[in-house]
């Protein structure tokens, strides 16, 4: 047993990791959501426990399965309670992977009573929410940052631009391009981009192991 202990790569490494989506309510009944699973999350924390890490996983709305029974599970709704439970936390982790779906913006007002149909269309006033992951970049100190990049167009540029504007150490670029990559599926494409614009592609695997290959990445960096 004592001779496993020491091998596993993450032994006394604290990680905290975001995943899943966030709903903005814009009445008792209604939220502003997204298609985000957690999934992709949820098989970074599993993987990152099998490694020996003291993992808190804090979680959006998901339906996913969370089977390794040391994972400290945080579960929120929204985007300013996932801000929340990210700072109860994240100055005292080795390494934050931000998987999380957040959303943008969430309604400026949340209707007290549900909101009766009326006219042809209904406007709803919308206001950024604040950013968790460049909130956690500019206090980071020890922690290695690790954040996702949804792109669309100029995925590359987009990620790195990212990277450094929220001062990461690497970035997990998903391509919803491909496929067998994106929110629902099993499975994902990912190319990651370090801080010294080393780009790393990968093929379409498993989130199992598109995990893997984060999280022996980020020892690697680690421990250079
Ligand atoms: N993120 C966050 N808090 C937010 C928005 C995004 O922590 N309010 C994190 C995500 O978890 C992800 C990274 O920031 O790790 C990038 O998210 P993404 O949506 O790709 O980028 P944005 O900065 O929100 O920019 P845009 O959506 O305009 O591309
Ligand atoms: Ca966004």
Do not use: C, W
């Amino acid at each position: 047993k004592a001779e496993i202990l020491k091998t596993l790569p993450l032994r006394n490494k604290k990680i905290l990791i975001t995943a899943g989506p966030t709903y903005e309510a814009i009445d008792p009944v209604r939220f502003i959501g997204n298609h985000s699973s957690g999934k992709m999350g949820v098989a970074i924390a599993e993987k990152a426990a099998l490694l020996g890490a003291e993992v808190t996983l804090v979680l959006g709305p998901s339906s996913v399965p969370i089977s390794d029974k040391s994972i400290e599970v945080v579960r929120v709704i929204s985007a300013n309670e996932m801000y929340e439970a990210v700072h109860q936390v994240f100055e005292q982790v080795d390494i934050a992977i931000f998987s999380a779906a957040v959303a943008d913006y969430r309604p400026a007002q949340i209707a007290t009573e549900k909101i009766k149909k009326k006219e042809s269309t209904l406007t709803i006033t919308l206001e950024k929410t604040k950013d968790i992951l460049a909130s956690a970049g500019l206090i980071k100190k020890q922690q290695f940052l690790v954040g996702f990049a949804l792109e669309t167009q100029n995925e590359l540029t987009n990620a790195k631009k990212k990277l450094e504007k929220k001062n990461l150490d690497l970035i997990v670029l998903n391509s919803l391009r491909d496929k067998g990559a994106g929110f629902k599926g099993d499975t994902n494409k990912v190319t990651l981009v370090d801080k010294d614009n080393k780009v790393t592609p990968f093929e379409v695997k498993s989130k199992a192991d598109v995990a893997t290959d984060i999280l022996e990445h980020i020892i690697t960096k680690i421990h250079a």
